[in-house]
C-alpha cells in the first residue's frame, strides 16, 4: 500500500503512514531528518505529533488529542 495518494488538493497520507512518521520521531529522529527522508513538510510532522501523541489522562490512562475529542 503506499504511503500516499494525490489528489486535487496535493499530497495526502494514510494513518498508518502518519503514525509511524511519529513513532520514528519518539525513537529520536529529527523532525527535520523525517522529512527529508519521507518528503513530507516539517510543519506537517508537527501537526501529527500533536495530533497523535497519548497525552496522560487523570485516572493514568492514555489517549491522543483525537481520542478525547471524540469522549
Request: aromatic share 10%; proline share 4%.
Amino acid at each position: 500500500m503506499c504511503p500516499m495518494t494525490n489528489h486535487k488538493s496535493g499530497k495526502r497520507y494514510n494513518d498508518d503512514f502518519r503514525k509511524m512518521v511519529v513513532v520514528l520521531y519518539h525513537s529520536s529522529q529529527s523532525v527535520r531528518d523525517l522529512s527529508s527522508e519521507y518528503g513530507v513538510s516539517e510543519v506537517s510532522i508537527y501537526a501529527w505529533i500533536k495530533k497523535l501523541t497519548p497525552m496522560e489522562l487523570e485516572d493514568g490512562s492514555s489517549a491522543t488529542p483525537d481520542d478525547y475529542a471524540k469522549l
